[in-house]
């Protein structure tokens, strides 16, 4: 199973991107062997039809699940009809949602670490459930336990007025 997550970085250290259409790239990680792959996203710098431009990438590249912020209304119709999985309202590091995901990194790189501890954390995909941790402002350091529903990308920390990310207990 191929799962490709929106990221403006190169690898599973980086941060998922809130918008499928405009992220830079997309990092496809291979749940049986775990290889880890990086490709441009060809709508990133496009006037419009971003969206549209993301999601055919993904089409072509055989992905089963994406693993985003969101994805715009003119993409979700061309993914659904080709049968991908859509995870949304994601945030954080993409080495947080690898177990979840059902994807593990190859071990002989050094930049591919995800914790395995007994207990961890692992994000649900259920309608309406939000994931476990909390949300955290990377330019401040305030942190909250917000319960709004919304995801923590969308909300703007109370403290300093920047965006707000999920982080993992």
Request: with cysteine.
């Amino acid at each position: 199973m191929k799962t490709a997550f929106s990221t403006n970085g190169t690898s599973i250290q980086d941060y998922i991107e809130p918008a499928l259409g405009r992220c830079k790239n997309f990092l496809v990680v291979e749940s049986g062997s775990g290889a880890v792959r990086v490709v441009p996203n060809p709508g990133a710098a496009s006037a419009g039809g971003a969206g549209v431009q993301a999601a055919e990438t993904l089409i072509r590249l055989g992905i089963d699940k994406l693993v985003t912020g969101s994805v715009g209304p003119n993409a979700r119709p061309l993914l659904e009809a080709a049968g991908m999985v859509s995870v949304t309202g994601q945030s954080g590091k993409i080495s947080a949602h690898l177990p979840a995901a059902g994807c593990l990194p190859e071990t002989d790189d050094p930049r591919a670490t995800v914790s395995m501890r007994s207990g961890e954390k692992t994000l649900g995909t259920d309608a309406g459930r939000k994931p476990a941790g909390y949300c955290f402002c990377r330019h401040c350091g305030h942190q909250t336990d917000d319960d709004s529903g919304l995801p923590c990308f969308k909300l703007k920390c109370p403290a300093c007025g920047f965006s707000m990310e999920r982080r993992f207990n």
